[in-house]
């Protein structure tokens, strides 16, 4: 029950931040340009079930748990979700959000995304600036997976990535990227080995993760020097066996110092099922621990550990202000560079909606409680940024009752005003009912995507 209760108040925490951030972005540029905020309703559309009013605006929570909503004086065209004007008292037309000049309609309607789109930055910007930003590994090759991709296009351990599908000089998290979302597609690489270039080809392994299909390179960079610790142990398994514990710091294996986790996973596979003794520390104490490797299917020998850097003793290298800026503008653009790269496969038909990763309710929920249960609230922050970036574009597409749909309106309005035409009240009604219908068809597809993936079919 504890853990329900932890998921129950993470989904709130996430999805009414990333929400309510950017109802807040049309509030505060309505009240701004003094336009008459109505309601404001924290969570939920439709009817009020509870709030308090502060001036001429009813604070409150509504009946249908979709959302939340800012209701502008004068604007009806969501009146079916939002409710009706509050007639109890005269309102002069200054306030009237639908007699205001089309450029102060933008900018309320921007004003949402707008706020996402900041918050999104803004974690990013603060975690490098607070914390620094660890360094990210040369795309050197430091493990190669018997039999895996990396392997079979011929790829070995010291090669150097000096171009990944066109793209010159890649850094290491290109490389990643770009491979997650090109399962099975050949992909030309070109590698340096002993001065030499060598063009190859490479068709990242298709692999089901977490519901999604990405692909995989099977290869790990070569991270240099770094502490390694146990992360986790299987039980029955050769490490269980021998002692080795989750925590144990990996000092040297067979009297070799340990350089990095890469490393002494390569060391294993290696030795393969002859003894192998492995140096830990466990409590300021050394031991060494002897461990038989043992053979899987798939032909890997492993010893049933997870080997992984200590975070506590990584360091991250301090950065400057407008660095952080730097950083925190770029991941959000490579989150952006990704998300088009998989829309760009959905219609051109080399990847299908079921395997594109494309969540709804049910999905982020599931994403939302993995992290907590994995990261703890630090990877709440880090899922708040990825959410609220999402929204804030998501919005801004063309679709009617979306902030996109409705400054498209406003252009169309301004077009048709320049031969003295305008939209009745009834065809916008009309225009938001068909965006409804569309949003309703979006959510109910993600939501059969969601069940498909949960139950593996």
């Known amino acids: 029950m504890p853990e329900i209760i932890i998921v129950i108040l993470s989904v709130i925490f996430v999805l009414g931040i990333a929400i309510n951030i950017h109802e807040f972005g049309h509030f505060a540029v309505a009240k701004l340009l003094g336009m008459r905020v109505d309601a404001y309703s924290f969570f939920g559309l439709g009817p009020r079930i509870w709030g308090f009013k502060r001036g001429h605006t009813d604070y409150r929570i509504s009946a249908i748990p979709l959302g ?3 209701k502008l004086y004068g604007d009806e065209s969501n009146s079916g979700l939002e409710g009706e004007d509050d007639k109890s008292e005269p309102v002069p037309e200054s306030e009237l959000y639908e007699l205001r000049p089309r450029w102060q309609k933008f900018l309320v309607m921007i004003g949402g995304p707008f706020m996402n789109i900041m918050l999104a930055l803004a974690i990013p910007f603060f975690g490098a600036w607070y914390m620094g930003l660890p360094s990210m590994p040369a795309p050197v090759t430091g493990v190669v997976k018997s039999g895996g991709a990396a392997e079979q296009a011929g790829i070995k351990i010291g090669d150097r990535i000096v171009n990944f599908d066109g793209i010159e000089n890649p850094t290491w998290e290109r490389v990643r990227n770009d491979s997650l979302i090109a399962p099975e597609r050949a992909i030309p690489i070109v590698v340096e080995r002993d001065g030499q270039r060598l063009p190859l080809t490479i068709k990242p392994s298709k692999v089901e993760k977490d519901g999604n299909v990405v692909g995989m390179l099977d290869l790990e960079p070569d991270v240099g020097v770094e502490p390694v610790v146990v992360g986790s142990v299987v039980d029955a398994k050769p ?42 520390e466990r409590n300021g104490e050394r031991k060494e621990i002897p461990i038989q490797a043992e053979q899987g299917d798939d032909g890997i020998f492993r010893v049933g550990a997870a080997f992984g850097p200590d975070e506590k003793s990584m360091t991250r290298e301090p950065v400057s202000i407008g660095r952080a800026a730097s950083f925190a503008v770029n991941s959000n653009l490579e989150i952006i560079r990704l998300t088009g790269k998989v829309f760009g496969q959905l219609f051109a038909g080399e990847r299908s909606v079921k395997d594109a990763g494309v969540a709804g309710p049910i999905g982020i929920v599931q994403i939302i409680s993995k992290v907590v249960s994995e990261q703890g609230f630090v990877g709440l922050i880090s899922i ?25 309106l406003l252009g169309i309005e301004g077009f048709l005003g320049l031969f003295g035409l305008t939209l009745s009240m009834g065809i916008k009604e009309k225009i938001q009912l068909v965006g409804l219908a569309v949003i309703l068809l979006l959510m109910v597809t993600t939501i059969f995507f969601d069940i498909s993936r949960l139950f593996g079919k």
């Open 68 to 70: 939340a909503y800012v």
């Open 239 to 280: 490490a269980a066996q021998a002692g080795l514990q989750a925590g144990d710091k990996a000092i040297s294996i067979n009297g070799q110092p340990v350089r990095n986790s890469n490393e002494i996973v390569n060391q294993i596979r290696n030795n393969k099922d002859a003894n192998i003794n492995i140096l830990v």
């Open 384 to 408: 708040l940024a990825l959410i609220s970036l999402n929204l804030g574009v998501f919005n801004l597409l063309p679709i009617p009752m979306l902030d996109g749909g409705q400054i498209a």
